[in-house]
């Protein structure tokens, strides 16, 4: 890993450089579903809105943001307050560094501290990669210690393909 990273809580001046990391998945793949890259403000109404009640965290590499996570209710009925769904993006630039472990670490510790037992992460998923979508996201959350629990068949249509979605869960 070359550079040292920094682990912080995700402020509202960060929203741009959110938005720059995410666009690429928004325009150039199927892991995430949005077909219009959100604007600035409606980024900064995001973050405001999970920093409410759950952590978004940011990674700094050399004073630049290179990936966030986030974690939000699973559902807002009172039963299902242990669990979390969360979201994790890390610029494209920048993968395969360990980035996205170490912000799991971070936002897993900061769970657990608030009681939490389940973690849940959806992924856009195909059987036969293509120029879109790979397997990626998947094998990721395995290796952090996800186990995959469900799998909803074409449930999201983007570039003119139909795409599943597996829902993968962690105890912690």
């Given at each position: 890993?070359?550079?040292?990273?920094?682990?912080?809580?995700?402020?509202?001046?960060?929203?741009?450089?959110?938005?720059?990391i995410?666009?690429?998945?928004?325009?150039?793949?199927?892991?995430?579903?949005?077909?219009?890259?959100?604007?600035?403000?409606?980024?900064?109404?995001?973050?405001?809105?999970?920093?409410?009640?759950?952590?978004?965290?940011?990674?700094?590499?050399?004073?630049?943001?290179?990936?966030?996570?986030?974690?939000?209710?699973?559902s807002?009925?009172?039963a299902?307050?242990?669990?979390?769904s969360?979201?994790?993006?890390?610029?494209?630039?920048?993968?395969?560094?360990g980035?996205?472990?170490?912000?799991?670490?971070?936002?897993?510790?900061?769970?657990?501290?608030?009681?939490?037992k389940?973690?849940?992460?959806?992924?856009?998923?195909?059987?036969?990669?293509?120029?879109?979508?790979?397997?990626?996201?998947?094998?990721?959350?395995?290796?952090?210690?996800?186990?995959?629990?469900?799998?909803?068949?074409?449930?999201?249509?983007?570039?003119d393909?139909?795409?599943?979605?597996?829902?993968?869960?962690?105890?912690?």
């Open positions: 890993m070359d550079g040292k990273l920094k682990i912080r809580d995700a402020q509202i001046e960060d929203a741009e450089r959110l938005v720059e995410y666009s690429y998945y928004v325009l150039n793949t199927a892991v995430s579903f949005e077909y219009k890259v959100p604007s600035v403000e409606e980024f900064k109404d995001r973050i405001i809105k999970v920093k409410k009640k759950f952590p978004y965290l940011v990674c700094e590499k050399n004073g630049t943001i290179v990936g966030y996570v986030y974690a939000s209710a699973y807002e009925r009172e299902y307050s242990w669990t979390v969360t979201s994790i993006y890390v610029d494209k630039d920048n993968r395969r560094q980035i996205g472990s170490f912000l799991y670490a971070n936002l897993e510790e900061k769970l657990k501290h608030m009681g939490i389940n973690i849940l992460a959806g992924a856009a998923f195909t059987e036969t990669e293509d120029e879109y979508l790979t397997h990626d996201s998947p094998k990721f959350h395995e290796k952090m210690g996800y186990m995959r629990v469900a799998q909803f068949k074409e449930v999201g249509k983007k570039f393909r139909w795409y599943d979605l597996v829902w993968q869960q962690k105890k912690i």
